[in-house]
């Protein structure tokens, strides 16, 4: 029996790795303190537990080591996936301290209850932020990491103490470095819930159900092909897969290492609001607004290196994203937006 430490295990990415652990039949101790995840997704999370598989929650936060230390101690922990971030980046410009003190300083928190009890192995959720403005694309993992705001300085600051901690205490991880990620559990069971919702597919599709905001469209006097930014939008589940091989490598002795999750192609805000129209079926309004501050004209991942030394392959399209991201939008609307406006009132 393999157990799992997921931090941020009530959120998007986690959520969906929780999913894929319990799956694969290791069992799981999800560790959030609820500011970003939340409870409603642990409960649904809890009733997945596959048969055998024991899914447990913690509440506790990063930045007090006795919480986090607690966990180790209570459970017999094999490795960690680190998903526990704040990862919006104006808002990381706003407040940087917000983002140091909860990215980095629990980070380590995080590695060093692990030393201290001796668990060497994590799995950690970095991203393309820490290469900066593109120097070529697509962008491999030699490119050079010169981050220009602060939320990817933090995921840079913390694959550099990884990198420290291996030499000096033998911690051994693997850092994922995720490009845009999209979609839901293609059951809907869960799917991405951010308060407020930032990114490009959900608000697309949120644009079309009652009550919902008009579409902005930021800038399309890009240099790129039509005009508007080109992204690599990853399937969640597919990106979750690789999660697994990677903590798989560990679980087998492997050393540390970093990956780009992404697949090789991009695809324009033009072209992913297309694809929502054709999978909703519906014409969807847009406003065409100004560029918004930061972000680069185009981010595309090589994904060689993932393929070749893990064994990953991404098998999800772009419309598979969106088509699942649409199916848990729906479930959304009708059930869990009440319950999210009701706190609000
Ligand atoms: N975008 C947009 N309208 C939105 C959200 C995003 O036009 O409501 C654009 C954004 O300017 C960027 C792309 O969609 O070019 C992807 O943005 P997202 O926030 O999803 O991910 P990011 O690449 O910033 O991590």
């Not at 809890?46 to 209570?74: C, M, P």
């Not at 999660?243 to 192609?265: C, E, P, S």
């Amino acid at each position: 029996m393999t157990t799992v430490l997921v931090t941020g295990g009530a959120g998007y990415v986690g959520s969906h790795n929780v999913l894929a652990l319990i799956n694969a039949g290791y069992d799981v101790v999800i560790f959030d303190n609820l500011s970003l995840g939340h409870s409603e997704i642990v409960e649904i999370l809890k009733n997945q537990s596959a048969a055998g598989r024991v899914i447990d929650f913690l509440k506790g936060d990063l930045q007090n080591f006795q919480d986090i230390n607690s966990a180790f101690e209570k459970f017999d922990i094999s490795a960690v996936l680190h998903f526990a971030a704040f990862s919006q980046v104006a808002e990381s410009v706003k407040n940087p301290q917000k983002y140091y003190f909860n990215n980095v300083y629990g980070t380590l928190n995080l590695l060093k209850a692990m030393i201290e009890n001796n668990v060497m192995k994590i799995v950690f959720s970095s991203t393309a932020a820490t290469y900066g403005e593109p120097e070529y694309i697509p962008i491999d993992e030699k490119h050079p990491q010169n981050p220009i705001n602060p939320y990817g300085r933090t995921k840079l600051m913390i694959e550099n103490i990884m990198d420290d901690y291996d030499s000096a205490y033998g911690l051994k991880s693997v850092r994922l470095r995720y490009f845009n990620v999209a979609g839901a559990d293609t059951k809907s069971r869960i799917g991405e819930w951010h308060v407020p919702e930032t990114h490009l597919i959900p608000n697309i599709l949120k644009s079309t159900f009652s009550g919902g905001q008009r579409f902005k469209m930021f800038g399309t006097d890009y240099d790129t092909k039509d005009g508007t930014c080109i992204r690599d939008y990853i399937n969640v589940e597919d990106l979750a897969k690789a999660h697994l091989l990677a903590l798989k490598h560990l679980l087998n002795g492997g050393g540390t290492n970093f990956y780009n999750l992404g697949t090789n192609d991009g695809n324009s805000v033009k072209e992913v609001f297309r694809t929502c129209e054709d999978v909703t079926g519906k014409h969807i309004d847009v406003d065409v607004l100004e560029r918004r501050e930061g972000d680069p004209a185009s981010l595309v991942a090589d994904n060689k290196k993932s393929l070749s030394d893990l064994g990953w392959k991404p098998e999800k399209t772009l419309t598979d994203s969106v088509a699942s991201a649409y199916a848990w939008e729906k479930i959304y609307q009708e059930t869990l937006l009440n319950g999210e406006l009701n706190k609000c009132h």
